[in-house]
């Protein structure tokens, strides 16, 4: 069996000190990482990290069990303590499950190793209850350890429940797979109850992290690493192996991404000496992909821009390492109302053989690693992104060249987002008399193993009509 390897007091407490303040102020959970308290070993604070993301993503489920479970909500700590023993509980089920498949007995307890199986899970299970009561004595008061004590163990039944089955209704898919309802209503209507289930396991699947590798020698690739099939140049290791990419990402020879991405990049259709305008480039992954992949001997010019942000930051920092020949610019201003100016400010041209808009989006394609994303999104947002989405396509179909290429790409899986902006777009003066939809591609994860992903490529008219 999988061994859950408890979390030393350190990283525990550390964990249930960062679910406390996600309680308290609802945090972005990237931001709220960053503030990690100091003094953990980089084990200590990954097995932090994991646990805080582990929480976050089942958090609808274990809240619910405990909204039924105590009349009156407890202060935050003693829930972050609940939540975190919770999901404890729901890895180690899972763990559980895991292993009697790997023996290929489902039922688990037939067999020596099924019974060694089940007697671990059963002390796995004691240990959790215990820890958490001896962790709520250390932090709490002797009433909330007490609490703690009797709401773990009514906690066991719930959190080891098998998943509901095939045909189970929204209500119960949103509760065990943790996922508002009304969302999860929409998939259903959109994608149908088989995929929607296998989206709803994807997000709630740990996901490996994805990096590619952007230098031709690949001795100094991480040992643990392994190569993603089908998509050259890209690679994966276990989560947790963070400090072993992290030089490499320093350096510049590794880059944080999901194949997902390449949709995106191969649409450009690049050729070499072209320029190439990427909009909403922060921070940068795609404005590196194109560069890094251009033919050779590459591509004339990058020009990136984005809004003025903290983001710029990191988009100028990997923009520096670009190799080659290739003039690489950075603009910072926002595209709906000034980039034309910003550009010829810049010196910079006022068309491009190719331009890339990566609106910004609901995320539903991502939520897998953006975990709360989830928790954030309201059904009345997907409105708000396709009237953003569709100005935007408006403000950049601007500075494409005649015969130029304008892709339009999310990381949203969801129809609103993706076929009806395009398709406004089209309906519109401007979008129909000068551009030919000529392609488009959509990445669902339950299909490609890969984060969501939407594209579209419009190619502009020599004339418009
Ligand atoms: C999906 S992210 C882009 C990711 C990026 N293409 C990459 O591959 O790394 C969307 C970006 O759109 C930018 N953005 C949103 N509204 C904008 C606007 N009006 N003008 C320029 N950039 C904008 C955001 O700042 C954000 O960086």
Redesign the pocket.
Known sequence: MRNITHLKKGAWESAVHLLTRWLEQRERVDTLLVASPAGLTSVERARCQYSVYGVIRHFGRVQAALDELIAHSPRFPTRAILLLAGYELIEAAAAASASAQEMGDLQGRETVQGRETAADFTGQVAKIVHHAVEQAKRLTSPAEARLVNAVVRKLVPLMTAPPPPKLAGPELLARYFSHPEWLVRRWLFQFGAESTRRLLEWNQSTAKLSFRWRIQNTDSLPESSTPISGAAGFYEIESGHWAELEPLLKSGAAYVQDPS?RLAVEALELAAGERFL??????????LLAADTAPKPGLARVVA???P?P?IAFLKENLATIQGETQVALVQ?????E?RAALREHGLPLDYDAV?L????SNTGVMRRRIDAKWRLQERDFRKHAQ?QLS?LHAAARFVAPGGRLVYS??SIDAQENEEVVRDFMQSRAGGSAFILEHSAMSFPWESGHDGAGVYRLRKRLTSY
């Open positions: 991405t990427d909009l909403c480039a922060a921070p940068g992954g795609k404005s821009l984005d809004l942000s983001r201003a926002d595209l709906l109302t980039a890339l990566d609106a910004p989006c953003q935007l999310t990381c």
